[in-house]
């Protein structure tokens, strides 16, 4: 008997597994980054950027995370560079006052998505 459990001509299993991968990627993404960013600043969070921006920040990486990772299960990569293109063009200003926290962030956040997004794609094999 197959392991997939399906119900009403769906694959549960594979439901069941995406909806884990969302929510394992809104939870470690952020502190990824955080981590990440201390790490190469040799700085403490507040040092790097104040706590609104990193607020604002949060909010936008859990979007980019949700957008990015349903563009890559639907197999539509081009939009990827669109959600790239778009915040970097949206957020020129903030960018050019500290490069460091906008640029590495958004760099850590979408590679990591991007890799989440592949592996949770080979996983269920969609």
């Known amino acids: 008997m197959n392991n997939i459990i399906v119900l009403m001509g769906y694959d ?3 439901g069941i597994i995406i909806i884990t991968g969302y929510a394992l990627l809104l939870l470690t993404s952020g502190v ?3 981590l990440v960013l201390s790490k190469i600043s040799h700085k403490e969070k507040k040092e ?3 706590d609104n921006l990193w607020d604002t920040g949060a909010v936008i990486g859990k979007c ?3 957008l990015i990772i349903t563009f890559i299960l639907s197999n539509e990569f081009t939009a990827l560079a669109i959600i790239f293109a778009a915040k970097t063009i949206i957020r020129k200003d903030d960018i ?3 490069s460091l926290f906008y640029l590495a ?3 850590i956040n979408v590679t990591y998505s991007i ?3 592949v592996i949770l794609k080979l996983i269920t094999g969609i």
Do not use: Q
Request: proline content about 5%; aromatic content about 4%; glycine content about 10%.
């Open 12 to 14: 549960v299993t594979n």
């Open 105 to 107: 962030g958004n760099m």
């Open 64 to 66: 980019e995370n949700i």
């Open 115 to 117: 890799v989440f997004g």
């Open 32 to 34: 990824l980054v955080r």
């Open 96 to 98: 050019e006052k500290n």
């Open 48 to 50: 790097i950027a104040p």
